[in-house]
């Protein structure tokens, strides 16, 4: 991905686009064949010759033509003629930006394969569920990742409607009019390019469209860091129910020898934060002056970079970590059953009702029940559940086993791993 993203790819992808341009106009008629085919066989640039010519011309576009006309020579008038600047970089950045998308869709795809693999193997493996950080009722680990699944699938889906967005290149002229232009020219340069003519460009290509590519990219990343939280809350000492990966001669501390940090998830929610940021700058580019201006210009330098780059690395990661997270089935049963099954309580209050008890009732009953074992070292619900007259005048001791039976809760389950095709 970094190689994307240097100077020199950057540099190719102008050549590439004012070749695709000279190419259009001698089809056309515009400059002469033989002229294209010397542009072809002698264009190249020298990124350092380029800074050297920028820093006397204050232009990185012209300090760029001109150090390609030195390669050329007289055939190098045909080049950029008609163009303005935007022209060029625009539909350049649009080739940088798919190069880079489509690096990402790789990856994500390698997550969502990661992801399929371990819901499934987990398919069964059962764990509380947690609402407000406090045990709610069963699931299973595989269905906590099958929502995973789901979220990236999503994603796969915004990625692809993304690539058709921002595959748009301009070559109309200054301020967008074809004035010294032909638009048969950018239809056919962007057919070159593997890209679609913006419908209405102003000098530049709307920055609606970088926002966009920026924003889909946060809101990728914001999934990842849910999972990267959801990791590091499951791998704290007192739940200990996952754990990343932890390496032959790994260390976790350097004062103490035993710490086993979720150091990765971490380091994804940070970097979560910096791509948000970044979809903060593409927002407030969208605004420019008139036809345009160029302060989204210094911006798009650093944060289109810093996004894609931090995206993709985010993915190698979670992906990485997904494949290899240590799972503890026993401990999630001990979680499960803290208190003596207090987490059956809604089963125990909807048999009540079942058998003829006011819901009123039942609720107050359960719920002294379940208050009596809460946070006590012996705490048994269940054993409480069995002793308590009104509750028993109810439920048989086979009824009462019934509600603390897991598999109910996971009876329906089957649908969600059918809906994802797991």
Wanted: one cysteine or more; glycine letters at 6%.
């Amino acid at each position: 991905m970094g190689d994307l993203w240097t100077d020199d790819y950057k540099l190719k992808t102008w050549l590439q686009v004012e070749i695709a341009v000279c190419e259009a106009q001698a089809e056309l008629g515009y400059i002469p064949t033989e002229a294209v085919d010397e542009i072809k066989a002698r264009a190249n640039f020298d990124p350092k010759r380029v800074l050297e010519i920028e820093k006397e011309v204050k232009h990185d576009v012209i300090a760029f033509l001109t150090n390609v006309n030195e390669y050329v020579g007289d055939a190098g008038r045909y080049i950029h003629l008609g163009l303005t600047s935007s022209d060029m970089l625009d539909t350049a950045l649009a080739l940088q930006m798919v190069a880079s998308l489509e690096v990402i869709q790789g990856q994500l795809e390698e997550l969502v394969q990661a992801l399929r693999y371990q819901a499934q193997q987990h398919r069964n493996t059962i764990m509380i569920g947690r609402s407000h950080g406090i045990h709610a009722e069963p699931i299973t680990f595989g269905f906590k990742l099958a929502g995973w699944l789901a979220e990236m699938l999503r994603h796969r889906d915004r990625l692809c409607q993304l690539h058709h967005s921002i595959a748009v290149g301009k070559v109309s002229g200054a301020v967008g009019t074809y004035a010294n232009v032909d638009p048969q020219i950018e239809a056919i340069a962007c057919q070159k390019l593997g890209l679609q003519p913006d419908c209405a460009s102003t000098q530049v290509i709307s920055r609606d469209r970088h926002a966009e590519y920026v924003n889909d990219l946060a809101l990728l990343t914001a999934s990842i860091e849910r999972f990267a939280v959801e990791i590091r809350n499951l791998q704290r000492t007192d739940v200990l129910e996952v754990e990343e990966f932890f390496s032959k001669g790994q260390k976790g501390s350097s004062a103490m020898p035993h710490k086993r940090n979720p150091i990765r998830s971490e380091r994804l929610t940070g970097m979560a934060r910096m791509v948000r940021a970044a979809a903060v700058a593409t927002l407030e580019n969208v605004a420019l002056w008139h036809e345009r201006d160029i302060s989204h210009s210094s911006v798009e330098r650093v944060m289109l970079p810093d996004a894609c780059i931090l995206t993709h690395f985010m993915l190698v990661e979670i992906t990485d970590l997904v494949k290899n997270l240590l799972v503890y089935p026993d401990n999630m049963a001990r979680n499960l059953n803290c208190y003596g099954g207090v987490v059956f309580s809604q089963r125990v209050l909807l048999t009540l009702v079942e058998k003829g008890m006011s819901r009123e009732a039942a609720y107050a009953a359960v719920q002294a029940c379940a208050h009596q074992a809460w946070n006590k070292p012996d705490g048994d619900f269940r054993t409480l559940v069995s002793q308590d007259a009104a509750i028993t005048a109810y439920l048989s001791p086979e009824a009462i086993a019934t509600c603390f039976d897991p598999q109910h809760h996971l009876k329906h389950l089957d649908q969600i791993y059918q809906r994802l095709g797991i």
